[in-house]
């Protein structure tokens, strides 16, 4: 849930105005918001490379709460090698970790299995389950035993859509 209060004001007034509940509004709202691009100088020019853990630039133009949320999240699960400390429990927190894992992966690639859990593994042990969660998500597809990053922006049930950040789509359209 949005932790901004004056947001949540707004997205209540949108439901007030328009008949719509909660979810509905709060996507509506968030599809409005500006995503950066390349051209405006927006975009991380090496994703998942960042030496501190600082906020990427793609984030630059998300609210402050998501912002520092996102920051604190990183802080607390990535040691300065990358390594993952734990993988979250709670499914916002989760979700910080999976986008900053799956900035590890080149868009348009295919990969083995076998090469994702070399990835995934350097980040943790439990690389099956990282690997699970990205295609849970639809970050990732497979089939036949490869894994590629989606193409195509998922469609999300009403429930995932409250558990994902509105940063989740600023940094899929960062990696178009």
């Not at 348009?108 to 969660?133: C, K, S, W």
């Not at 009403?158 to 178009?176: D, G, N």
Request: proline share 5%; no cysteine; charged share 30%.
């Amino acid at each position: 849930m949005t932790s901004d209060a004056d947001f949540k004001k707004l997205v209540r007034t949108r439901m007030q105005r328009t008949g719509e509940s909660y979810t509905q509004a709060r996507a509506a709202m968030l599809a409005h918001s500006p995503v950066p691009t390349a051209s405006s100088g927006g975009v991380d020019p090496s994703p998942g490379t960042r030496q501190n853990n600082d906020v990427p630039s793609w984030m630059a133009g998300a609210d402050r709460a998501s912002r520092d949320f996102y920051a604190r999240t990183v802080r607390a699960s990535f040691d300065r090698d990358g390594r993952l400390h734990r993988i979250p429990g709670k499914r916002r927190a989760k979700v910080v970790v999976l986008l900053e894992l799956l900035q590890r992966f080149e868009r348009g690639r295919a990969y083995a299995e076998r090469e994702v859990n070399q990835i995934l593994g350097a980040a943790h042990p439990d690389f099956a389950t990282l690997r699970r969660e990205l295609v849970d998500y639809r970050w990732m597809q497979r089939h036949d035993g490869q894994y590629w990053v989606s193409e195509e922006w998922p469609v999300w049930s009403e429930t995932i859509a409250q558990e994902v950040e509105p940063f989740e789509s600023r940094w899929f359209m960062h990696l178009r």
